[in-house]
């Protein structure tokens, strides 16, 4: 919608108003009242009205000017801004969150001059987002769009100051994991499926599954993989023109033997990616399509509670990190992870296999106890991670 700066008649008023637009904000002001402009010649009329009109404009853009040097820009304003600057650094899935929180929270608070920030404009906003149903967790998303173009703002120079935004109080879950017995369950549910009925979606998410339980991939990369970027004993994580590897780093990730193995039995005839329709195309559009239909598949099997594609990663993790002998580095680089807090935060302790202390007292001091037993049997993924594969960063 354009906006036109215009003189305009206004019965209510009984006069003539200047409607100006400055900032993306309307201005009108009376320029003179009907009963004055009576005796008045239209050309005298008109005249008069264009040099007032001229004034307003010129007196209003001062005034405008000397609130934003006080005041700052309007939120809207630096949104616009901001996004754009997003827009230039992230993925389109990150500037459309962005976008959709950050005009949220200027339906809530309304637009406001940044530099009037006060941490009541962010407590009225949790309560409207807790009046809506939504959880802490999902409150602190909100507040860390804030924080992040608030602090984009005073890098920027539009606030003299940081302005701290606390988030909200909240239980941290346990990451929802998957147990041998369900990942089992899943994978014969899938198999069983494109066995008997050949449709394309039971092998898609079959391929699904034994990528992501043997990388610890992302869904959204997963999604945009292509055969060209699997070899036989890595995948290449490549950005292109419309799609960004998170971090915008691309990598390499090794493939486990029994991932290697479901892969050459693959037919790829035709197909350009992972995740194929059999024509060359993805099969799903949309992250969240595949998310659907593989929550569907969990619903089969009696599987409620987990995430359906991210708890494969925090399976990887756990299981990975369980181990005595485990290297959360070495778990921090295959799920690269820019923090090692990160990688521990998706441990989910319940699934741990613990060590029994309490069998160890009075055992340590010599040669007093019985022999450690040896544990056998013991479930792991081979991931080919021990080949020393360097990222290539």
């Known amino acids: 919608m354009s906006h036109k700066n215009e003189i305009v008649s ?27 402009a009576e005796g008045l010649e239209p050309d005298q009329l008109n005249a008069l009205l264009v040099e007032r009109f001229l004034k307003l404009k010129e007196k209003l853009s001062r005034e405008v000017e000397r609130l934003t040097d006080e005041q700052g820009l309007f939120f809207s304003e630096l949104l616009d801004l901001f996004l754009f600057h997003v827009q230039a650094n992230r993925d389109k899935r990150t500037v459309g969150k962005y976008r959709q929180q950050l005009l949220r929270y200027e339906k809530v608070v309304g637009d406001y001059r940044i530099r009037l920030h006060t941490s009541q404009l962010t407590d009225k906003f949790v309560l409207a987002l807790r009046k809506s149903g939504l959880n802490d ?62 449709r394309r979606r039971f092998l898609v998410l079959l391929r699904a599954w034994w990528f992501l339980r043997y990388t610890g991939m992302r869904g959204g990369e997963l999604l945009a993989l292509k055969w060209d970027n699997v070899y036989p004993d890595r995948i290449e994580l490549r950005s292109t023109k419309d799609w960004k590897v998170k971090g915008r780093k691309d990598a390499i990730i090794p493939i486990a033997e029994d991932l290697k193995e479901f892969i050459q039995a693959q037919d790829i005839q035709g197909e350009r990616y992972v995740l194929d329709n059999g024509r060359g195309k993805p099969l799903y559009s949309s992250l969240g399509d595949l998310t659907k239909s593989m929550r569907k598949a969990l619903q089969k099997v009696g599987i409620e509670n987990a995430k359906p594609l991210h708890s494969f990663r925090s399976t990887v993790a756990t299981e990975l990190l369980s181990g005595e002998s485990s290297n959360p580095v070495q778990v921090q680089k295959l799920l690269r992870h820019q923090s090692i807090q990160t990688t521990m935060s998706y ?21 007093t106890g019985k022999k450690k037993s040896v544990e056998s049997g013991k479930a792991s993924i081979r991931l080919a991670y021990s080949k020393k594969v360097k990222a290539d960063c």
Do not use: M
């Not at 441990?347 to 040669?367: A, E, P, W």
């Open 10 to 36: 206004d019965e209510r008023q009984k006069a003539y108003v200047g409607q100006l637009w400055i900032n993306k904000k309307r201005y009108r002001r009376v320029l003179i009242r009907f009963v004055d």
């Open 137 to 198: 967790h999902s409150c602190n998303s909100y507040l860390r769009a804030v924080r992040a173009i608030l602090n984009w703002s005073w890098e920027q120079g539009q606030i003299p100051a940081a302005i701290k935004v606390k988030s909200v109080r909240s239980s941290k879950p346990l990451p929802a994991v998957f147990s041998q017995q369900q990942l089992e369950d899943l994978r014969q549910h899938l198999e069983q499926g494109w066995n008997e009925t050949k």
């Open 347 to 367: 441990l989910n302790s319940d699934h741990l296999q613990q060590v029994d202390l309490v069998n160890k007292l009075g055992n340590t001091g010599g040669n």
